[in-house]
């Protein structure tokens, strides 16, 4: 497993740990500064992000982020994803689109949701 696959794994597990200590499990991944945008959302910073999380963690109980793939060149990397349901049923897919930081943690990230 490459540095940015295990990068994206850590990432999308973020969205699963407990409250209290997402935003340490971000700062791991992501600057401080961290850009963030889906069609639902934009912010621009962990603390925005971890709240942006929380409040999906909310809406969607149970639910998980696997990722499926990862591409990367260029301190850029495209990563394939599966949002799983309580059951482990799939319950969305998408592409998240990444800019790194040059100590390699996230810096900007756009996520799409595929159409089912």
């Known amino acids: 497993m490459s540095d940015t696959q295990r990068l994206w794994n850590d990432y999308a ?3 699963s740990v407990d409250p209290a200590d997402r ?3 971000l700062g791991a991944v992501a600057v401080d500064e961290v850009a963030y945008r889906d069609p639902g959302t934009e912010v621009g910073s962990l603390t925005e992000l971890a709240a942006y999380m929380a409040g999906f963690a909310q809406a969607f109980p149970g639910h998980r982020f696997r990722i499926d793939e990862v591409l ?3 301190d850029r990397s ?3 994803w599966t949002q799983l349901g309580g059951q ?3 319950a ?3 592409v998240s689109a990444a800019r790194h930081h040059e100590d390699g ?3 900007d990230i ?3 949701f595929l159409p089912a």
Do not use: I, P, Q
């Open 13 to 15: 597990a973020c969205g």
């Open 23 to 25: 935003l340490a499990a």
């Open 92 to 94: 969305s897919t998408g």
């Open 78 to 80: 495209l990563a394939r």
């Open 105 to 107: 943690r996230l810096a």
């Open 88 to 90: 482990d049923e799939t």
């Open 110 to 112: 756009t996520g799409f």
């Open 72 to 74: 990367e060149h260029h």
